[in-house]
């Protein structure tokens, strides 16, 4: 079974450049996360879906990020523009909604803001 | 909001001693704790996890404790490898809505 996948695996863009991230869940998964991971941090959710619907953003700063998934499959995570204190591992997980606690992670994307 | 402390923030061991490794969280309705391991440059996987209902659990090397009282859990490796090596982190949910991490700890296993 293929894993969470996301790409891509590294992006460096200046700041205020706008960025995007695709995450495509485990087949079958409800329920896909959209985490931030600081250097030496625990990953902080940002955004969580159920199917198409986001549930939980109340963490997401949305004066520039914005996050969508369609047809309640593959996601997009987007900051625009970018600064450079979103320097970060953005990592995308998913679980079955019968077995959320299980959460699978992507490897995740590493973005560096000039 | 939840908040999940951990500690130590390192740990070195020598190969074939224990670690500990410890987290507190302040939410009594989170009932799903589970323990991530990531090595460097690679994704959180989940090594073990317990519900709110069970006070231990085991898996080979690897145990975690609960105490629900005083709201914390332990992760227990014992017999530690070179492969142990990797930041853990552990974790507090309530029935899946939210996963609030700790900082984090990187344990180190000394050849």
């Known amino acids: 079974e293929a894993g969470v996948v996301q790409s891509p695996r590294y992006k460096i863009i200046e700041k205020k450049q706008p960025v995007a991230f695709w995450c495509n869940p485990i087949s079958g998964h409800n329920t896909l996360y959209w985490y931030r991971q600081n250097l030496g941090q625990g990953p902080e959710l940002l955004i969580r879906?159920?199917?198409?619907?986001?549930?939980?953003d109340s963490q997401l700063p949305k004066d520039r990020f914005s996050a969508e998934r369609l047809k309640g499959v593959d996601s997009t995570l987007k900051i625009q523009p970018a600064e450079l204190g979103d320097s970060a591992v953005y990592l995308c997980?998913?679980?079955?909604?019968?077995?959320?606690?299980?959460?699978?992670f992507g490897s995740g994307t590493q973005l560096s803001v000039l | 909001g939840e908040n999940v402390e951990q500690h130590p923030s390192t740990l070195s061991v020598q190969e074939g001693d224990s670690a500990v490794i410890k987290c507190t969280y302040s939410d009594s309705a989170s009932n799903y704790f589970p323990w991530y391991k990531q090595e460097l440059g690679k994704r959180p996987q989940l090594i073990i996890d317990i519900r709110s209902n069970v006070g231990e659990k085991k898996d080979q090397r690897i145990a975690v404790t609960l105490n629900k009282t005083a709201k914390h859990f332990s992760l227990h490796i014992t017999e530690t490898q070179p492969e142990d090596s990797a930041v853990y982190f552990c974790a507090a949910s309530n029935e899946g809505q939210n996963f609030v991490f700790g900082p984090g700890t990187r344990l180190s296993v000394l050849p």
């Open positions: 879906y159920e199917n198409e619907e986001a549930v939980d």
């Open positions: 997980a998913s679980s079955l909604e019968q077995q959320y606690e299980k959460l699978f």
